[in-house]
């Protein structure tokens, strides 16, 4: 074979060989960009979900610090403020959704529905308003320690305590529907939150 031959597949080989690595690179680069794009997308729009959770639950306590609780016995229909704290909740809800992992939803989640169960808290709207105030502050906590960064903190005691105090009350509730029997009072537990 001709030496020029030779070397022109030499030359030939050579430049596929480096077409084909420049293609793999850029192929390689804009997949690796990709990931990090829609990981940036992720984390943006969780950021975003977490803000708009946060300000849903400050309109909430500004919502609560600012009702003077009824001094009648709560109706079956809820009050005004009743069903503003109802939409905030919604919201907040909604956007934990959005949230990539579930990370922060897993620990909200029970607080969230403690806080949409208020009415098991007692007999008037002051605790209506203390216990949804109480949850609406947990939940707080937890949002701002996920935006820092920092290590999401475990319910507060008082959190645990009244899921304990609303479960002993619907434990109660239908013990004694299932004994046709009246339903416990609950002026005795007038003060636990």
Excluded: C
């Excluded at 001094?71 to 919201?91: C, F, G, M, Y």
């Amino acid at each position: 074979m001709n030496a020029d031959v030779v070397t022109a597949f030499v030359g030939l080989g050579g430049a596929l060989v480096g077409a084909g690595a420049s293609i793999g690179a850029a192929w390689l680069t804009q997949r690796h960009q990709a990931k990090q794009a829609a990981a940036t997308r992720l984390r943006d729009l969780g950021q975003v979900a977490i803000d708009t959770a946060l300000s849903e639950l400050i309109k909430l306590n500004d919502l609560l610090d600012s009702t003077t609780p009824p001094t009648d016995t709560p109706a079956i229909e809820p009050e005004s403020w009743e069903k503003q704290a109802k939409v905030h909740l919604r919201n907040v809800e909604l956007a934990l959704l959005r949230v990539p992992g579930r990370v922060v939803y897993a620990r909200v989640l029970p607080t969230l529905e403690l806080a949409k169960e208020y009415r098991w808290a007692g007999p008037r709207h002051f605790h209506y308003i203390q216990m949804m105030r109480l949850m609406a502050g947990d939940m707080i906590t937890a949002l701002s320690a996920y935006t820092r960064g920092d290590t999401i903190p475990a319910p507060d005691r008082t959190v645990v305590e009244t899921r304990a105090l609303v479960d002993r009350r619907k434990a109660a509730r239908v013990a004694a529907f299932l004994m046709e029997e009246p339903a416990p009072d609950d002026e005795e537990e007038d003060t636990a939150l």
